[in-house]
């Protein structure tokens, strides 16, 4: 049974610094892997969507990484601003449609 | 697109009442899911629909729970009898299989049963 792991469980950073968001999951067959913001009171916003054959994709100051192998994907975010405040969620498909959500990473970015 | 609408955004109801979520999916997606997103569990799929016919159901708690999609631009997640437990925000979300099942979410219904 595939399980999505998120560490931290919170992050409290300066304005200004690079960071890395972390996603684990217990099964590597996975097809693909998917990245959202939730803002409070909000519904998900994609992010990010790496397919199984990818191992990255980039949109402006995000890039995310995919290692099957390691059962691994990393957000990073450059240049971090208070706008990036949020709960980042990664969710894991594997093959069957049926997304697997990770518990999210609640960032709050400092001015 | 207006992306995912979902109805009401916020539903209060007393224990024993129907309560009907709505959604309309991004049009010309061909897949349509339902979460449950609380506290304590997270975010849950509850059923999920492709070309309008349920694939899944595993995910509804129980047969008070039923959902169904009539048309390829309407679903509709229905609780009969409600109780307090099912309390959470309910998500809508839709995608089409040529992009890789990229899901776009709806704003979500906030659901208080008293």
């Known amino acids: 049974k595939q399980e999505v792991t998120q560490i931290p469980a919170a992050l409290s950073v300066p304005e200004g610094e690079n960071l890395v968001l972390n996603c684990s999951f217990t099964d590597s067959a996975i097809y693909n892997l998917q990245w959202f913001r939730q803002d409070p009171g909000k519904g998900l916003t994609s992010l990010l969507l790496i397919q199984s054959s990818q191992r990255e994709q980039t949109s402006g100051r995000l890039n995310a990484s995919l290692d099957k192998s390691s059962g691994r994907s990393t957000l990073y975010i450059a240049a971090s601003q208070p706008g990036d405040s949020a709960t980042y969620l990664c969710?894991?498909?594997?093959?069957?449609?049926?997304?697997?959500f990770g518990t999210g990473t609640r960032l709050k970015v400092l001015a | 697109d207006a992306g995912v609408i979902q109805s009401p955004r916020h539903e209060v109801t007393e224990m024993g009442q129907e309560v009907t979520l709505r959604c309309k999916p991004i049009s010309g997606h061909d897949y349509l899911f339902w979460y449950r997103q609380t506290m304590m569990r997270g975010l849950e799929l509850l059923i999920y629909?492709?070309?309008?016919?349920?694939?899944?159901d595993s995910g509804m708690p129980e047969d008070r729970f039923s959902a169904k999609m009539p048309n390829a631009s309407f679903s509709t997640l229905k609780i009969q009898p409600s109780e307090p437990r099912d309390s959470a925000v309910y998500f809508c979300a839709s995608s089409w299989s040529g992009t890789g099942n990229e899901q776009y979410f709806g704003p979500g219904t906030r659901l208080t049963v008293t």
């Open positions: 969710a894991v498909d594997s093959g069957t449609y049926k997304y697997i």
């Open positions: 629909f492709n070309n309008n016919v349920p694939i899944d």
